[in-house]
């Protein structure tokens, strides 16, 4: 099992080319690339650390799949409970299933550190590269699952999602983000999260109501008393762009193929005292409901 520590003792071996025992780590290796998945207590810790950088680790639904490619079913429920008397029908149920197809795509990373760092063995190897690697990769998918074209990478949500268009060229106004609020199912609008850049965010903070109160509530953050989350990958207001996005993201499925596996490179660097760790993973991202996300696009 990867999460046992004979496997995590042996994985901290394989980091630095000691005596490593290939049986041990028989469950983790990737037989194509010969590398290794991160021992299952670190991935806990991995994942921790992702959550704090990438918005889709902290709000999306994630989902672990064991095949590269396939489909996955969604189901849309419109059904509701009802009050039944003894005896009577139970209520039939207006739920109807979408098969929604995934891919798997990869993202990948390569760290290279002194090999005087890597043979110190009070140097904590395994957790800085833990901390690193989640820093880049949670960077990574919150770029590409908010802006991915869908061609050879994930189809993000500023481009799946449906979008409003807001009243004025060129601009962005407070009313906008009213409708925004509202073209939300009430359904939705009770777990749902804003999403835009710092400089949209600041100009928000400036809107004032008619008595000159701040329309945004700075000690909560919130906006309609729901939270704001701010990214460096969502666009400012400008004729054609999506400054804004207002969901439930729980909506958003991150279908995680393959965890961080590393593999150490020690000898493509050892020229200049470096050994070199390549980490990658495997996911995609689906909206499996459409009506759950809005975007605001300026015109």
């Known amino acids: 099992m990867l999460d046992t520590n004979i496997y995590k003792s042996e994985f901290q071996n394989m980091l630095r080319k000691k005596g490593t025992s290939i049986q041990a780590l028989k469950e983790g290796n990737n037989g194509v690339t010969n590398?290794?998945?991160i021992p299952g207590r670190d991935m806990g810790l991995f994942h921790e650390a992702m959550e704090k950088d990438c918005l889709f680790r902290k709000y999306a639904t994630k989902i672990a799949l064991d095949r590269a490619e396939g489909t996955i079913i969604a189901v849309h429920s419109t059904g509701t409970a009802e009050v039944t008397g003894e005896g009577q029908l139970y209520p039939v149920d207006a739920d109807s299933f979408t098969s929604i197809p995934y891919d798997s795509f990869k993202i990948a990373s390569l760290c290279k550190l002194?090999?005087?760092?890597?043979?110190?063995?009070?140097?904590?190897l395994d957790t800085y590269l833990m901390r690193e690697f989640a820093r880049r990769f949670a960077r990574a998918e919150e770029k590409v699952l908010l802006t991915g074209t869908g061609i050879e990478e994930p189809l993000g949500l500023l481009n799946s999602?449906?979008?409003i268009s807001s009243t004025e060229a060129g601009k962005l106004r407070f009313d906008d983000v009213v409708t925004l609020y509202f073209s939300l199912e009430p359904e939705y609008r009770k777990h749902a999260?804003?999403?835009?850049s710092d400089e949209t965010a600041?100009?928000?903070r400036m809107e004032k109501d008619q008595s000159g109160y701040p329309l945004w509530r700075e000690d909560y953050d919130t906006l309609f008393g729901r939270p704001v989350v701010t990214s460096p990958y969502m666009p400012a207001a400008a004729s054609g762009a999506k400054p804004i996005l207002f969901g439930d993201l729980s909506y958003f499925w991150l279908l995680q193929r393959q965890e961080l596996t590393i593999k150490p490179l020690f000898e493509l660097f050892s020229n200049k005292g470096q050994v070199g760790y390549a980490a990658y993973e495997r996911l995609d991202g689906k909206l499996v409901r459409q009506d759950a996300v809005r975007t605001l696009t300026v015109k």
Do not use: E, R
Not at 114 to 124: A, E, H, M, P
Not at 193 to 196: A, E, G, L, Q, S
């Open 35 to 37: 590398g290794y998945i």
């Open 161 to 163: 999602a449906d979008s």
């Open 202 to 204: 600041f100009s928000l």
């Open 114 to 124: 002194s090999l005087q760092f890597v043979n110190d063995t009070k140097f904590d």
């Open 193 to 196: 999260v804003w999403v835009m």
